[in-house]
C-alpha cells in the first residue's frame, strides 16, 4: 500500500488513483442505500473510469486512497483557460503509461472539471484505441459542454501516438 | 446464430445486439484505418453499450448481424415527442432482463437517438446499481443535451425495480 503524491502540483493536476475498490455495500443492513458516483462520472472502457475532483487533492480523499491501498498518481498539468493553454507532452505521456498498464486497473482518471485535463488523455486513449477524430470530439465535448475548448481538440489531434503505439491496447468490445 | 425479429415494431423501438464482435480489425494491412464507433457510443458498464441507430431498422445493419451471429432483440417502443410520451413499463422491463443477463453480453443497446428510449433504459439500469438520482439525472442530461424531458427523468425515478432486485447486480468497479 503506498500513496504516491511524489509528482504533486499545487497548479493543478490529473491524478490516478488505481487498483480502487469503489463498489457499493452489499449487506443488507444497508440495501436501501444510494451510491454517489463522482461528479461526470463515467466508464471510459475496461477498468478506466473518469470523474472530476476537486483542486488541490482533497485531504479527507487522500487519507480514503491510504486506507484503502489506493495508489494515487499524480501529474502536474496547469489548468489554466484558454488562450494560455499549454498541455504538456511529456506529463500526457506518462500518464498514459499508467492508464495502458492493466495492472494499474481499475484505474480513475480525475481533474478538477473533468473536461480539459481528463478530456485531453481520454481524446489520446481514443487516438490509441484508432476511433476517428469526430467520434473523439464528440466524446469531447460531451463531457466538457459549452466548456470545449478548441485548443484541447487540437491537441488531442496533433498527439504524437507513434511511441506508445507498442502498448497492448484495451478493446471493451472485443471477446474474452 | 439467429437474428429475431419478431418483436420489430416500425413506430420504433430499442434494439440490443448481443454478443458482438465488434473490434477493428487488427491485422497489419489496415493497422492505420480508423475506427468509426457508432454515433453517441459510450460504456455502460462491463459487457453493456449504448448508441444511436437510424430508424426502421436498417437493412445493411441486419445483414450485418445476420452474416455475424449477432442476436437481435427488440422491443417496439413509441419515441414519439412530449407531452404525449408513454414509455411501457413492461417493454423496459422486458430489455432490462436481456441487458441484465451476462450471457447476452457484450450488447449494445440503441435507438433512433440514443437519448430517450435508451435514456431510460439505462436510468432504469443506474437505479438497480443504486446511483443516487442526482447522478443517474446527469448522465441522462449528458446524452440527451438540449432534448432532455422531465418526463423521461420521471420515469427512470418512478419505475419499480423492486422485481428485478433479484438479478446478480453487474459493478464495474468491483474487485475481480
Avoid at 494515487?72 to 499549454?86: H, R
Avoid at 498514459?96 to 498498464?101: I, M, P, Q, S
Avoid at 491537441?155 to 491496447?169: A, R
Wanted: hydrophobic share 35%; aromatic share 8%; charged share 25%.
Amino acid at each position: 500500500m503506498k500513496l504516491d503524491n511524489s509528482n504533486s502540483n499545487s497548479n493543478g493536476q490529473v491524478s490516478l488513483p488505481a487498483a480502487a475498490d469503489v463498489s457499493p455495500p452489499r449487506n443488507s443492513d444497508d440495501a436501501d442505500e444510494a451510491f454517489v458516483p463522482p461528479l461526470n462520472f463515467a466508464m471510459v472502457d475496461n477498468g478506466i473510469f473518469r470523474c472530476l475532483c476537486p483542486e488541490p487533492y482533497p485531504e479527507a480523499t487522500a487519507e480514503f486512497l491510504n486506507a484503502n491501498g489506493i495508489r494515487l498518481y499524480q501529474f502536474g498539468i496547469d489548468g489554466c483557460k484558454e488562450p494560455f493553454v499549454n498541455i504538456p507532452n511529456d506529463k500526457i505521456r506518462e500518464a498514459l503509461k499508467v492508464v495502458l498498464d492493466v495492472r494499474n486497473h481499475p484505474v480513475l482518471i480525475h481533474c478538477k472539471r473533468g473536461k480539459h485535463r481528463t478530456g485531453c488523455l481520454v481524446g489520446c486513449i481514443r487516438r490509441l484505441q484508432r476511433w476517428c477524430l469526430s467520434s473523439i470530439f464528440d466524446e469531447y465535448q460531451r463531457f466538457a459542454g459549452a466548456k470545449a475548448r478548441v485548443s484541447d481538440q487540437r491537441f488531442i489531434e496533433l498527439f504524437d501516438i507513434s511511441s506508445l503505439k507498442h502498448n497492448p491496447l484495451i478493446f471493451s468490445c472485443s471477446r474474452k
